[in-house]
């Protein structure tokens, strides 16, 4: 296998491109493991609506004005009847809400009507009614968040793939569409920084961004903000540049520098109007600055991949696409102040090129983001993210970071570039791995979307391999050399633990606590945070200590200097269902192992 892996890659990047730079529909096998199933909003045959309206039909939400105590999510009362029901119809939440030929670019189609754009989410008629089809009427409830456009709904028969489209509601939305929402936290380049992202409807020409934030009840300064956005043409194919297209509104961010380490600071997001010179303002913020690198105290990192989004009303069917996602979202926010940072390493919300998921995503984590730094690692088609999560990264086209916080040193690698041996991210990771001062930072995490080390996911089996080509084969000499603790990695939606290991041998009979020489990295997937679980191979190799087909996520806690913690949990109840310590002084760091002593001469 391996003497055809140079030309599995450049097939890889070949039809990436391809996919990039045509209208194609393809959805290569292994974009997610194990069967990846579909976008919810990617059944829908938007562009083959039928116009149908019926006089005895009718849909009508039971509120008009959203955000009036300037919340930014609401629920609203949809009544609807139709004089023909179906187990099949279904409504369409749709946003802006005049959603008809007119809005479209050029279709290139004689018959009319013509809907180009797909729901925001959709529900079955009978959803809560199952006697729908008898009584003809139905009472539906569903979620809005503040997204920057009015909404309406739309009633249609038959199913998803002929939709007829029979009524349409009037329109509704929030007090201030274009309010600022979602606040995004990030670490900054240096340890006493961080980055504040949001999004808005307002662009530069109509009001000027800004953070005003300060030590809680001290007095506030002010912070200005950058602002970015994207357009259809910037998207790569459909359905980003089609029926997936939304307007992404404006994304600010600003950086608030020379925190004091460990003050909690408070922040709120702010515009001002250039019309006028008033103020709109979001909420009222904290968050707690990082430690200073090394610092001795209790320290604490959530880290998953693969989390995804899921509709709190039961819109999109999302219990058949990314079930996890809200268990996981709510034991986070339950247990919110019990850890001081999260990695959330790769593939979010499965936008899969519809753009509004990006705001539910953005919603559905903002008590978490808004709190704690959220960092991210990349993952594939990362276009449609367009800058929405900040990462301190010296080139944001190519996704590798280092992140310092306390006692540990982070290296984020990006699966999707190039990383073996000679590449510029080779020589980032070793860069920065050889870079920290264990003395001060002893606890050295190397983490990645794709598995770059070890996993037993069927998928994997079926091809010959335990992880992506060429993966460990080029660095694992630097995880050795540098005695890299542990390496994380999502993108297998399960939980795995290996053995400390180096050149697929077991470097320690240990199963629960580690002490001494750091003689070979634990490889961990936590890949099982949100989206639909993957099969592990059926013979478990010798180096999975434990596996585990559930969802949840993994939590690091270090102590001090010479004792770390980490511990699975599942999301459906947040105990832990696995666990490992490791235990040490500075000086078992320096020991020297195979493969990993420091050059000396004979003076030394």
């Not at 470097?507 to 989206?531: C, M, P, Q, R």
């Amino acid at each position: 296998m391996k003497g055809n892996v140079g030309n599995w890659l450049r097939l890889k990047v070949l039809l990436l491109l391809i996919l990039c730079f045509t209208n194609s529909r393809i959805v290569f096998a292994e974009n997610h493991i194990d069967g990846f199933g579909e976008q919810p909003l990617a059944k829908i045959a938007i562009d083959k609506t039928v116009l149908a309206l019926h006089s005895s039909a009718y849909i009508r939400p039971l509120h008009f004005l959203l955000g009036i105590q300037g919340d930014d999510t609401e629920w609203v009362t949809v009544e609807l009847e139709s004089p023909h029901p179906s187990v099949d119809d279904w409504v369409g939440v749709f946003s802006p809400a005049n959603f008809n030929s007119s809005t479209c670019p050029q279709s290139g189609r004689a018959e009319e009507p013509y809907i180009c754009t797909a729901p925001i989410k959709y529900k079955y008629a009978n959803h809560s009614n199952p006697n729908y089809t008898k009584t003809r009427k139905a009472i539906l409830q569903f979620q809005l968040i503040n997204q920057r456009a009015d909404f309406s709904f739309a009633l249609f028969s038959g199913g998803l793939s002929n939709p007829r489209l029979v009524a349409v509601s009037n329109s509704i939305s929030f007090a201030n569409p274009k309010a600022p929402v979602y606040p995004r936290l990030a670490l900054g380049k240096s340890w006493d920084e961080m980055t504040v992202t949001w999004t808005s409807g307002y662009d530069i020409d109509e009001a000027v961004p800004f953070v005003e934030w300060g030590p809680e009840g001290g007095s506030p300064t002010r912070s200005p903000a950058g602002t970015l956005t994207f357009t259809r043409n910037s998207m790569c194919g459909e359905p980003a540049r089609t029926v997936g297209w939304r307007d992404p509104g404006f994304i600010h961010t600003s950086f608030l520098k020379e925190l004091w380490p460990n003050l909690r600071y408070t922040y709120r997001l702010g515009h001002m109007l250039l019309s006028d010179g008033s103020y709109v303002w979001s909420k009222t913020y904290s968050f707690k600055a990082s430690p200073y690198p090394g610092q001795n105290s209790l320290q604490r990192v959530i880290i998953f991949g693969d989390m995804g989004k899921a509709e709190r009303d039961g819109s999109n069917e999302y219990a058949n696409y990314q079930p996890g996602s809200l268990n996981t979202t709510d034991q986070l926010i339950k247990d919110l102040n019990n850890y001081d940072i999260v990695f959330h390493i790769g593939d979010l919300p499965y936008a899969n090129g519809y753009i509004s998921q990006w705001d539910q995503f953005t919603a559905q984590v903002k008590e978490i983001s808004s709190t704690v730094p959220y960092m991210i690692a990349r993952f594939r088609w990362r276009m449609w993210s367009s800058g929405r999560n900040h990462v301190p990264a010296e080139n944001k086209a190519k996704f590798w970071y280092k992140a310092d916080y306390g006692m540990f040193r982070f290296c984020i690698a990006d699966s999707e570039h190039d990383w073996r041996e000679g590449s510029e991210q080779y020589k980032f990771i070793e860069h920065c791995l050889a870079t920290v001062d264990r003395k001060q930072q002893p606890w050295l995490i190397f983490s990645a979307h794709r598995p770059l080390g070890y996993s037993s996911n069927a998928w994997y089996g079926r091809e010959g391999s335990f992880e992506e080509p060429m993966g460990r084969e080029s660095l694992q000499k630097l995880w050795q050399k540098y005695k890299v603790d542990i390496a994380f990695y999502g993108h297998v939606h399960n939980y795995e633990r290996i053995c400390p290991i180096y050149q697929n041998i077991c470097v320690n009979s240990e199963k629960h606590h580690y002490s001494g020489t750091v003689n070979g990295t634990i490889h961990v997937v936590v890949g099982g945070a949100g989206s639909h679980l993957s099969n592990f191979s059926s013979v478990p190799p010798y180096w999975s200590l434990f596996r585990d087909l559930d969802f949840g996520f993994g939590k690091l806690t270090a102590f001090n200097h010479s004792y770390l913690l980490f511990e699975y949990k599942r999301s459906s109840d947040g105990k832990v269902y696995d666990f490992f310590t490791i235990s040490r002084d500075y000086r078992d760091v320096l020991a020297c192992v195979h493969d990993g002593c420091e050059k000396t001469t004979l003076a030394a």
